[in-house]
């Protein structure tokens, strides 16, 4: 059984950073290409940023140029620096393989306000 634990979130205000973590229980996580979605109150859940096994980064326009994504291997954990946060990244933050498998973790919540 997989599992996905989530963590970092917090509330920050507009400028500021966080940096998520996730750890992944599965065996063969280095086999997937990761990556962390977010999901706005009323909005679909969305890819924002995702890094193969050879760790090759892609990011949705959104977030590009402020987020970055990483993963420790060895530690079987994927990490999400957020920089230059917006009130519209205010969401829950999830991280799954991609693509996604049909469950998910307790996701970390990110709130951005003044």
């Known amino acids: 059984q997989v599992q996905l634990v989530e963590s970092g979130g917090g509330l920050v205000q507009p400028g500021g950073s966080l940096r998520l973590s996730c750890t992944i229980s599965a065996s063969r996580y280095m086999l997937y290409t990761m990556g962390w979605y977010r999901q706005a109150p009323g909005k679909e859940r969305e890819l924002v940023a995702h890094i193969t096994l050879a760790g090759f980064t892609s990011y949705s326009e959104s977030v590009k140029g402020r987020f970055t994504i990483s993963r420790d291997n060895a530690k079987k954990t994927v990490y999400l620096k957020m920089n230059s946060l917006k009130l519209e990244d205010t969401a829950v933050y999830y991280c799954?393989?991609?693509?996604?498998?049909?469950?998910w973790g307790q996701g970390t919540q990110v709130t951005v306000s003044s």
């Open positions: 799954n393989k991609v693509p996604e498998w049909d469950f």
